[in-house]
């Protein structure tokens, strides 16, 4: 079998699940990533020998890859790993996938905050918001907080790996987070759960039955919880004049704005991402 082949028999069994082309894509990275290749090289050398890299025959191989693709189980997890900001991040099953969108929320703070600021990630899944700011802005002290042991192993693994300085804590955003993290902080950040349980039927297989569900959805009648919370968290654990930066339901951000206002936050920023859909606020604390 050549990589051609094997790539053409994954697209084949995928397009059921996926449209053509993201099929093919998907079918691509997955077979570099079994023969232990770059993508490069495969484009490169098609018609090579499909040679899996861990052993075992091609077509063995391939079909336990395939099986776990059409079963929606997101390419990711089949890679073991996920880019961000430049950067690959491992993630697994439990652990919520990086998305682009969040990076534009980095991007944001890691321009508008410098200097030795200390900051906290809350709900930081796969460490990838925390361990990008600690490289992103050398001088700050970042501190990270997730609900989950399992998130928390590997955001902390990952920060190792990429020699980002960050402390982690297990900590529930909805309650005792200031316990928790008793420091003064310059600022909170957050990419909490936001989908209202009402989309999920909507949503792809992929993320809907393999992600982690506790990362994602909120009830409908209180979609912005963890806004709330971590808002309220932030009077107790923010320095006057304090930031709250956050990622944030497109269909919700009026309803964000608000509470932030109720909650005696000014200067609210609201901003769009590259798709024109507003998903990210910056607001502070008053002194």
């Avoid at 082309?21 to 090579?48: T, Y």
């Avoid at 099986?67 to 652990?95: D, K, N, S, W």
């Avoid at 925390?130 to 609900?147: G, K, S």
Wanted: proline share 6%.
């Amino acid at each position: 079998m050549t990589r051609r082949e094997a790539i053409h028999i994954l697209t084949e069994r995928l397009i059921p699940l996926y449209e053509t082309d993201e099929a093919r894509s998907i079918a691509r990275a997955a077979v570099a990533h079994l023969a232990g290749i770059s993508r490069s090289a495969l484009v490169a050398d098609p018609d090579a020998p499909f040679t899996p890299k861990d052993g075992g025959t091609a077509e063995t191989v391939l079909e336990a890859a395939a099986r776990r693709l059409e079963a929606g189980e997101p390419l990711q997890y089949l890679l073991g790993e996920a880019e961000f900001y430049g950067r690959r991040f491992r993630v697994g099953e439990g652990v919520l996938i990086p998305r682009p969108e969040t990076e534009e929320l980095v991007a944001w703070i890691a321009r508008d905050e410098k200097g030795p600021v200390r900051m906290l990630d809350i709900g930081t899944g796969s460490g990838c918001i925390a361990a990008t700011l600690a490289l992103e802005i050398p001088d700050a002290e970042v501190y990270a907080a997730d609900i989950s042991d399992r998130a928390l192993e590997v955001a902390a693994g990952n920060a190792l790996e990429l020699g980002a300085r960050v402390v982690f804590r297990r900590a529930d955003a909805l309650k005792e987070l200031a316990e928790a993290f008793p420091e003064p902080f310059d600022v909170l950040v957050s990419n909490p759960p936001y989908v209202p349980e009402s989309d999920r039927a909507g949503m792809h297989t992929n993320v809907r039955d393999h992600e982690p569900a506790l990362a994602l959805f909120v009830p409908d009648d209180d979609r912005i919880r963890f806004y709330r919370a971590i808002a309220r968290a932030g009077q107790r654990m923010l320095r006057p004049g304090g930031r709250l930066y956050f990622e944030i339901y497109e269909h919700a951000a009026e309803e964000v704005i608000r509470m932030l206002d109720e909650e005696r936050y000014t200067g609210t920023i609201l901003r769009r991402d590259l798709f024109g859909k507003p998903r990210m606020i910056c607001s502070k604390k008053s002194r």
